[in-house]
């Protein structure tokens, strides 16, 4: 069975840290480009990081020096670090997988949900 599953979400105040987690099983996941997205009640949906295969990296502007993606293929999981939380991060955060796209379409394609895979997402608040 295909599927991502989200996990590590939750409460914390503004200046904090949360790390999520993102298990994959049912593809090989050494082979498709990874990242996340969030969205929060009536906010545009965001492209938050990506990784291609070959372990490159890329961000949005909102969370540069802030968030780092990450991936253990022994593991099939991905990673998504957030220090220095602000209440505006607050959103429903979700992992995706697409094997089509390369790192510059794959952040594009997390904005419009253009992707093969994604999971049910996992809540974080930040509060001031």
């Known amino acids: 069975q295909v599927q991502l599953v989200e996990s590590g979400g939750g409460s914390v105040q503004a200046g904090g840290s949360l790390r999520l987690s993102c298990a994959a099983s049912g593809y090989t996941f050494s082979s498709y480009s990874m990242g996340w997205f969030r969205q929060a009640p009536g906010n545009e949906r965001e492209g938050v990081a990506a990784?291609?295969?070959?372990?490159?990296?890329t961000y949005a502007d909102s969370v540069k020096g802030r968030f780092t993606i990450s991936k253990d293929n022994a593991k099939n999981t991905l990673y998504l670090q957030m220090n220095s939380l602000k209440p505006e991060d607050t959103a429903m955060y979700y992992c995706a997988a697409d094997g089509r796209w390369t790192l510059a379409n794959m952040m594009l394609a997390l904005a419009d949900r253009n992707l093969e895979l994604w999971g049910q997402g996992t809540q974080v608040t930040v509060s001031s």
């Open positions: 990784i291609d295969t070959d372990g490159s990296t």
